[in-house]
């Protein structure tokens, strides 16, 4: 069984620190997504990283898939309140189209 | 309007009775999925479909029950209700390919679900 270990679990931060959300696993993935979501409301896709190494940047957010394929981390730079919400990881096997999601890490940004 | 829906969003019953949340999805998605999520556990999968008569068990398929006679809907069916069933489901759906957009998953809005 593929696990993805998300931490931390919980972050609360005051508006314009910095911060990382780590996702790691002993399994090796095709491709690894993070998503968000908002109380009251289903994940949102924020994005899908492929290659191994690969970094990509969302405005504030950059993005990192391991070289080996088994982890993943978020960082986040200059929080902001409307960052507050609950961040998951989600990596894709090599067949089927099954994910396995992390715990999630609820961050609170506070103004 | 395009989209996956998902009904009801709220729902109290009792234990023991049976209880069933609908999903409807207009993307013409192959895959379908029902999630549960609980505090600490985040999505954990309990049932997903490839196709039209086609379903597969999740990680917690225990006490559910899903069928797929059409495409667009995915009915997730708690036979006999248990306190530990209390939770919020999400239906999800996507398309195989490749590339970045394979597996990305569009979620619904959530059925908060309460047994009592």
């Known amino acids: 069984t593929q696990l993805l270990e998300q931490s931390p679990q919980f972050l609360s931060i005051q508006e314009g620190e910095n911060l990382t959300v780590y996702c790691n696993s002993s399994?090796?993935?095709?491709?690894l997504q993070w998503y968000r979501q908002e109380p009251g409301e289903g994940p949102v896709l924020l994005v899908t990283?492929?290659?191994?190494?690969e970094v990509k940047k969302l405005k504030r957010l950059t993005f990192q898939f391991g070289d080996a394929r088994k982890d993943s981390s978020l960082h986040i730079t200059a929080a902001q309140p409307g960052d507050t919400g609950l961040y998951l990881c989600?990596?894709?096997?090599?067949?089927?189209?099954?994910?396995?999601f992390g715990a999630g890490t609820i961050l609170r940004v506070k103004s | 309007d395009a989209g996956i829906t998902q009904s009801p969003r709220y729902k109290i019953t009792e234990t023991g009775r049976q209880v069933t949340l609908m999903c409807h999805q207009t993307?013409?998605?192959?895959?379908m999925f029902w999630y549960r999520q609980d505090l600490g556990h985040g999505l954990r999968l309990i049932y997903y479909?490839?196709?039209?008569?086609?379903?597969d068990k999740g990680e917690v398929p225990d006490g559910y029950v899903v069928s797929r006679s059409k495409t667009e809907n995915f009915p997730l069916t708690l036979e006999s209700a248990t306190r530990s069933q209390t939770s919020v489901y999400f239906c999800?759906?996507?398309?195989?390919?490749?590339?970045?957009?394979?597996?990305?998953?569009?979620f619904g809005a959530g059925s908060r679900l309460t047994v009592l």
């Open positions: 399994s090796v993935f095709s491709s």
């Open positions: 989600a990596g894709a096997s090599w067949y089927g189209n099954k994910l396995v």
């Open positions: 990283v492929v290659t191994g190494g």
């Open positions: 999800a759906s996507s398309d195989p390919g490749g590339g970045e957009g394979a597996n990305v998953l569009t």
């Open positions: 993307w013409s998605h192959s895959y």
């Open positions: 479909s490839a196709a039209a008569d086609i379903t």
